[in-house]
């Protein structure tokens, strides 16, 4: 999940440490989610297609119809969750690492998945996970985790 998010946010204007920072974001809400977190907020007076990834004012970020909180930390902006910033030295120590060597490779096929499918695919929380994520979720994890072996 963090490596495809973080592609989709890349591939959607986001600098690469912001790009991680979401994709780590993600994996860490979605995973929270899946335990038993049954709020997810949606931020008010959205609605219709949405055309762009934007910016909130203050801490709230939008990546098309998706919402997170993010923080500064110096000059950069992060995700959080809880508090807890997810910076893109904590996606090398939590993502990359798990790939180790294969990591590049692993990107670079994330990204193309990702640019097979159109911005607003891409723009939509819900069609980016069921489209994107879900039908090759399983087949990505056995595959990237046996070549991590």
Do not use: C
Request: net charge positive.
């Amino acid at each position: 999940m963090a490596t495809l998010q973080a592609a989709r946010a890349s591939e959607l204007g986001f600098a690469d440490s912001r790009a991680k920072s979401w994709g780590l974001n993600r994996a860490i809400f979605y995973a929270a989610a899946k335990r038993g977190f049954k709020h997810h907020a949606k931020p008010p007076g959205r609605g219709g297609v949405v055309q762009k990834a934007v910016a909130l004012a203050g801490t709230e970020y939008l990546l098309g119809d998706e919402m997170a909180y993010a923080a500064r930390k110096g000059r950069r902006v992060y995700f959080t969750i809880g508090g807890q910033l997810q910076t893109d030295a904590d996606f090398k120590r939590k993502i990359e690492s798990r790939f180790g060597k294969h990591f590049p490779a692993a990107w670079k096929e994330a990204i193309a998945i990702i640019r097979q499918y159109p911005k607003e695919v891409l723009l939509s929380q819900s069609q980016f996970f069921n489209r994107v994520y879900r039908p090759r979720r399983d087949e990505l994890a056995a595959k990237w985790t046996e070549a991590s072996e």
